[in-house]
Every structure is written in C-alpha cells, then in structure tokens.
C-alpha cells in the first residue's frame, strides 16, 4: 500500500504538467505581446485624439501597479509557498526606489533650482559635499548593484538571526513590521542624506533621456512588464522544483521536514532573500515612472497592503497575487477620484470578504467555477 502510494505520487504533477503547460505558455506570450508590441504602439503611433490612443497616464499606471504585482508576486513566494506572513516588504520596495532615486537625483546635475551639482535638499541644509553613501550614484551600473545587493544583504542578515531563532507566525509578521517602522523614522530625519519628509522628486533623466518623454515613459513600462513576467516564470520554476517542494513541505509542516533530515535554515532565508531583492526591483522601476519616492513607501500600512493584494488574488497560485495588484489597485485609482472617502472602507470590506467567503481569493473563486462548469453540462 505504501509503496503505491510513494509511486503514485509524482504522476499527476508530470501528467498534468504538460497539459497545463501549453495554454500558459500561450497566455504568456500574449503578456509579452501585450507589454511590448500593442500598448507601445497605441501611445507612439496612434494619434492623440483616435479612441484606441493609450496615453501617457495610462502608460504610468498600468507601469506603476506592474511594480505593484512583482512586490505581491514575491510576498506570494515567502508566504503562499512558505508559510511566512512578512508585514515588511514595504521596506525593501522602498530601499530599491532610493537607490535608484539617489542616480536619478544625481542625473539632475545643475538643472535643479538652486544650480549646485549637490541636489537641492542638500544645498537648503547647507551640505557641503555628499555623504559617503552617495559614492557610487553617478553610475548606473553601480545602482543596478546596489539595488540588489542593499536590500538583499539586510534580507539575509535579518532573516538569518530571525529564522535561526525559530520566529515564526505572527511574532515574525510584527517583527518585519517594526523593522520597516524603525526604517522609515530613520530615512525621516534630514540629517541621513534621503531628503527627509519630501524624499526625492524632480527628476530629469535617466541614462541621459528627459524622464518625462513618451518614449522614455513607454520603455520604462515596457521593461516593468518584462521583469514582471520574467519574475512569474523566475517563481513558477522555483515552485514547481524540488526546492519548491521543500519550501511547501516546510509551510505544511516543518517539524515533519527537520525530522526528514532537512534544515529549513537555508531554505527559507534563500527564499526571503529571493522575496526581497524582487521588491526592491519593482521599487527601483516604480521611482522612475511616478517621479518621487519618500519615506512613506515603508510605512507598515504599505506593507499591509502588499499583503493585500495577495490575499485577495488568491496566495500559494502565483497568478493570483498579480491578478490582485491590478483588482484592487485598479478599484482605488476609480474610487479616490469618483468618492475618495469611500475607498479605506471599500478596502476593509474587501479584505473582510476575502477572508469569510474567498479564502483562495478571485483565482480560487474563478477556478472553483471553471471546475463546477462541466459538471452541469455531462450530469450524472
């Protein structure tokens, strides 16, 4: 009995892994479509007053929640695989938008309002020179480092004290949480060199292209939605993996996993790492395309929020934390405009109803129904 049960086991993952495989594999390559051939068309080469035009607004948007749905992508990997609630994504978002914010900043050179090489904020405090921070902003190549290296260094750091000393459940959820509390009243104060309640805004250029360019716009969303499926496949590969397998072993269990040989050390601090660094590219490519990032991206309320969007998707399905980021995010943008004092309950109704009634968020109350269709139509 065992041992048909051991063999049976792996078969339905193989046998429905190539059924599956061909209708995603068609609907990702109608998202790369999508991102880089049709939007990009409708904003350069349709005219502005033709109804298929899509504007520069819409390119901002659409670009700007992409960043949104990598940050629920990534918070679906350490808590819908992982089991690991983190209330503090918002901080590395955060870190990779400064860093990038500090090149933009850079890029400003004497075209700001005071005509100084130093960023305004920094003649207005009367700074006479960059902090040492500051060093390797002039180059872009340098801040693509560093926007992986900053954030993911603190991940694994915090992550090792903390999964080595078994924190887990909701004492990790308010950990992160202060952590990104404690960051935020940091990069408040003037005298750390981010520009403190105002952050950083005003930017010109980026590798020498005016910021503000329909073309500039469009390649930034362009290469948002890249990395946005890029990070779907990064995550769906890892899932479906042996590593993925473990990662879900320990959600399920983690006594029965350290009891099988396994230490869920390695395990879960790649993963949280892995979580982060994805953060911090959706903030890096966030910055650009809003034009300002302050310290109110790390507010905890920020981080719920993530946390949000991946609950109401559907957590543990990939798919569903994007689909999520664009619902909810979608809704708010209609609802600030049409009632802006409607939208936190909106929110909170939201959130209550996921929990209640769509435990496995829209994906799951979608798949449900898909499952429930053939069973009307064939009967008994």
């Known amino acids: 009995m065992n041992t048909a049960a051991s063999t049976a086991g792996p078969q339905p993952a193989s046998a429905h892994g190539p059924r599956l495989l061909a209708p995603q594999a068609r609907a990702l390559w109608l998202a790369v479509a999508l991102v880089a051939g049709v939007a990009p068309l409708l ?52 870190l990779g938008g400064y860093v990038m914010g500090m090149y933009l900043m850079r890029q400003i050179g004497t075209d700001g309002h005071y ?61 992160t949480q202060a952590l990104t509390l404690a960051a935020m009243l940091l990069f408040y104060r003037n005298e750390t060199g981010f520009g403190g309640n105002n952050g950083f805004t005003d930017f010109k250029r980026i590798l020498g292209f005016p910021i503000t360019t329909s073309e500039t716009r469009v390649a930034l969303f362009v290469v948002t939605g890249l990395t946005l499926i890029g990070c779907y496949l990064l995550a769906r590969w890892l899932v479906a993996s042996k590593f993925g397998r473990v990662l879900q072993a320990i959600r399920d269990a983690e006594g029965r996993v350290m009891f099988c040989g396994y230490d869920p050390l390695p395990y879960k601090l790649t993963i949280w790492t892995l979580s982060a660094v994805m953060c ?10 809003v034009g300002i990032i302050n310290p109110r991206e790390m507010s905890p309320a920020a981080s719920i929020e993530i946390a949000v969007w991946t609950a109401v998707g559907g957590r543990g399905t990939l798919i ?61």
């Open 320 to 380: 569903g934390p994007i689909v999520g980021a664009f619902a909810v995010n979608g809704a708010k943008s209609w609802l600030t405009v049409v009632a802006p004092e409607v939208w936190l309950y909106a929110l909170g109704a939201l959130f209550v109803a996921v929990t209640l009634w769509m435990p496995q968020g829209l994906v799951g109350l979608w798949r449900r129904w898909v499952r429930r269709a053939p069973r009307g139509e064939g009967g008994a």
């Open 280 to 289: 911090a590219l959706a903030g890096a490519l966030y910055v650009p395309q």
């Open 115 to 175: 005509g100084s090489e130093l960023p305004d904020f920094m003649v207005f405090l009367d700074w006479k020179e960059l902090p040492w921070h500051w060093a390797l902003s002039h180059s872009f190549a340098a801040t693509l480092v560093l926007i992986v290296l900053v954030p993911g260094l603190l991940a694994w750091v915090f992550g090792y004290f903390a999964f080595r000393s078994r924190i887990q459940g909701v004492y990790f959820s308010i950990i």
């Open 43 to 94: 904003n350069l080469a349709v005219p502005p007053d033709s109804v298929w035009h899509l504007s520069d607004h819409w390119i901002t948007l659409l670009g700007k929640i992409m960043c949104y749905a990598i940050c629920a992508l990534a918070l679906d990997l350490i808590w819908g695989y992982t089991g690991i609630l983190s209330l503090g994504h918002g901080l590395f978002f955060a």
